[in-house]
């Protein structure tokens, strides 16, 4: 696991040599809604999250497909990212790729081999090398039904880099062995897997009806790290695309 507080860093910092095994180059640009401009070359495939090409080349092919195969179908439709991602392939030497994730916000990368990340429905946007994209369930009941992220997750572990999404900007909080931090509903982007995710009712009744928080709280214990997005994400159209 990062130090305590090297995780923002290395999201948006991939060290020249293991970013050469999976792509020619990665460059996230803008400001307000960001892109990542990718060339690859022949050979080099990724997963995309439908909905997020933006532009490409003639070197590019693309088709959509289940990671896992069609066993995983139904978990990654309840996770709200649809049951297939976008499959993409370079057929040349440096070919260009254009994503997005459609919504305003900061995109950044991750080194998986820093350990495996759970992303919340419109966080993930592509993921390049040998890279397990799983779906994994919430640890309580409370959290898939009041937790604002669902019942199902995507975990993304292996060997390779993951561009993720946060609507807003990140904010990063480091989470010793047992020390709990509550967080807005729509306001997690994602964390780090060994990180353990439930809710917790804010408490009276003034606090439900007037806070404008609702309810509950997602509660997120230690040990591990959490990524919030300072705003909250817009419902996704992603999956009726691509």
Same mark, same amino acid.
């Given at each position: 696991?990062?130090?305590?507080?090297? +995780?923002?860093?290395?999201? +948006? =910092?991939?060290? @020249?040599?293991? !970013?050469? $095994?999976? &792509? $020619?180059?990665?460059?996230?640009?803008? +400001?307000?809604?960001?892109?990542?401009?990718?060339?690859?070359?022949?050979?080099?495939?990724?997963?995309?999250?439908?909905?997020?090409?933006?532009?490409?080349?003639?070197? /590019?092919?693309? *088709? !959509?497909?289940?990671?896992?195969?069609?066993?995983?179908?139904?978990? $990654?439709?309840?996770?709200?990212?649809?049951?297939?991602? *976008?499959?993409?392939?370079? =057929?040349k030497q440096g070919a260009i790729l254009v994503l997005s994730a459609n919504q305003p916000g900061r995109l950044a990368t991750w080194d998986l081999s820093r350990?495996?990340?759970? &992303?919340?429905?419109?966080?993930?946007?592509?993921?390049?090398? %040998?890279? %397990?994209?799983?779906?994994?369930?919430?640890?309580? @009941?409370?959290? @898939?039904?009041?937790?604002?992220?669902?019942?199902?997750?995507? $975990?993304?572990?292996?060997?390779?880099?993951? /561009?993720?999404?946060? #609507?807003?900007?990140?904010?990063?909080?480091?989470?010793?062995?047992?020390?709990?931090?509550?967080? #807005?509903?729509?306001?997690?982007?994602l964390f780090s897997a060994d990180l353990s995710y439930g809710v917790k009712g804010v408490g009276g009744c003034r606090k439900m009806l007037f806070g404008g928080?609702? @309810?509950?709280?997602?509660?997120?214990?230690?040990?591990?790290?959490?990524? !919030?997005?300072?705003?909250?994400?817009?419902?996704?159209q992603r999956g009726q695309g691509g």
């Open positions: 696991m990062p130090d305590r507080h090297d +995780v923002l860093e290395a999201l +948006v =910092t991939l060290e @020249a040599e293991e !970013l050469s $095994r999976y &792509c $020619r180059s990665i460059q996230i640009e803008g +400001v307000i809604a960001q892109t990542v401009r990718l060339s690859l070359d022949r050979g080099q495939s990724l997963w995309a999250s439908r909905g997020s090409l933006l532009a490409y080349d003639s070197g /590019i092919e693309w *088709t !959509l497909r289940v990671p896992g195969g069609a066993g995983k179908a139904l978990g $990654r439709m309840m996770s709200g990212e649809g049951a297939s991602l *976008t499959h993409v392939t370079s =057929t350990g495996p990340i759970v &992303c919340t429905p419109g966080s993930f946007v592509a993921a390049l090398g %040998d890279v %397990d994209i799983d779906v994994t369930v919430a640890r309580s @009941a409370g959290a @898939a039904l009041f937790g604002g992220a669902g019942l199902f997750l995507q $975990r993304l572990s292996g060997s390779g880099i993951a /561009i993720v999404h946060g #609507s807003g900007d990140f904010v990063e909080h480091h989470l010793e062995a047992g020390e709990q931090l509550l967080v #807005s509903t729509g306001n997690l982007a928080e609702g @309810a509950f709280m997602t509660e997120l214990v230690g040990p591990g790290w959490v990524m !919030l997005q300072s705003l909250k994400k817009q419902p996704s």
